[in-house]
């Protein structure tokens, strides 16, 4: 699947998320690497389109059923969570692995100071683990 035909079969099934005249719009910048990462990986063959639309509507009806209202179950909450049980269910990344990729990027952005580009570099722990000679 092309780009373009990627990001208009993305756009059919984006009903709960905000749209005007030039497409999704995206609040946070994390929304639209999120999408951005769910077409490549598609793009890649990591996974096949139908695989997409099931595990977003599995992950939407999810939060829905659930009533979440954290960050998380927003609509682009749910389009990263199906994304990572993709990535974990392709073998890709295990679960653990992503979690601990989620809170490094935690940790790093509460560490680096306000009007700096936000990097791992900047976790406290690789920190430690680089200064004791560890891989972090």
């Known amino acids: 699947m092309s780009g373009r035909a990627a990001r208009l079969a993305a756009e059919a ?3 709960a998320a905000e749209r005007d005249a030039a497409g999704p719009v995206f609040h946070e910048p994390w929304e639209a690497q999120a999408f951005a990462m769910a077409v490549a990986l598609n793009e ?3 996974f096949t389109w139908a695989e997409w639309t099931e ?4 992950a939407l009806a999810a939060a829905a059923s659930a009533e979440l209202h954290a960050p998380e179950a927003s609509y682009y ?3 990263l969570a199906a994304l990572e049980g993709l990535v974990a269910a392709k073998g890709v990344a295990g679960r653990d692995e992503i979690a601990e990729r989620k809170a490094a990027w935690d940790r790093a952005t509460r560490a680096t100071p306000h009007g700096r580009p936000i990097t791992l570099d900047n976790d406290p722990e690789r920190q ?3 200064t004791a000679g560890r891989r972090p």
């Open 13 to 15: 099934v984006l009903p």
């Open 44 to 46: 890649a063959g990591l």
């Open 55 to 58: 595990a977003l509507s599995n």
């Open 77 to 79: 909450g749910r389009w």
């Open 128 to 130: 430690a683990a680089e």
